[in-house]
């Protein structure tokens, strides 16, 4: 499966959004596959984006492997410490929910904007808060392990 660009502009548009909630920076990121648990993947993609380097180490990265139907979220220490791991499960449960239902670009909008309220609640936006990563989807064609 391939997002149209019009999907692309859509979940685009609710990371921006997410964003103006908060100070914390969120990123959707796709791959074709994923041979391990993707968390891992999501691990990995978050530091090769360069994530871990945002000031306030409240970045979180919404990471899909398309192809293979996983998904899973990575926060950064700052989130993970204050919102805990097992509440990206939640998040999860959205995103897989619309996707049975045959719409996964409506599951991605609404955990993307669902990330800003959290996000929201521990690094509230405020005023002078600069966008310190860029909101594009970033894609991988082929994971490395």
């Known amino acids: 499966m391939t997002l149209t660009e019009a999907e692309v502009k859509r979940l685009e548009s609710a990371i921006t959004e997410a964003e103006k909630m908060t100070s914390g920076e969120i990123r959707l990121h796709i791959e074709d596959h994923c041979s391990v648990d993707p968390l891992t993947y999501a691990r990995k993609a978050f530091e090769r984006l360069g994530m871990h380097k945002t000031a ?11 192809l ?15 919102v ?4 990206w499960s939640s998040i999860i449960e959205i995103i897989t929910t619309d ?9 991605l909008e609404k955990a993307l904007l669902e990330l800003g309220t959290v996000l ?21 064609r082929h994971s490395t392990s």
Do not use: C, F, M
């Open 56 to 66: 306030a180490r409240n970045a979180v990265i919404l990471y899909l492997a398309i």
């Open 68 to 82: 293979d139907h996983k998904v899973a979220i990575y926060g950064d220490k700052g989130i993970n410490n204050t």
């Open 84 to 87: 805990g791991l097992n509440y």
């Open 99 to 107: 996707a049975r239902n045959g719409d996964l670009v409506s599951g």
């Open 120 to 140: 929201k609640k521990y690094y509230p936006y405020k005023e002078g808060d600069t966008n310190e990563l860029d909101n594009t989807i970033t894609y991988q």
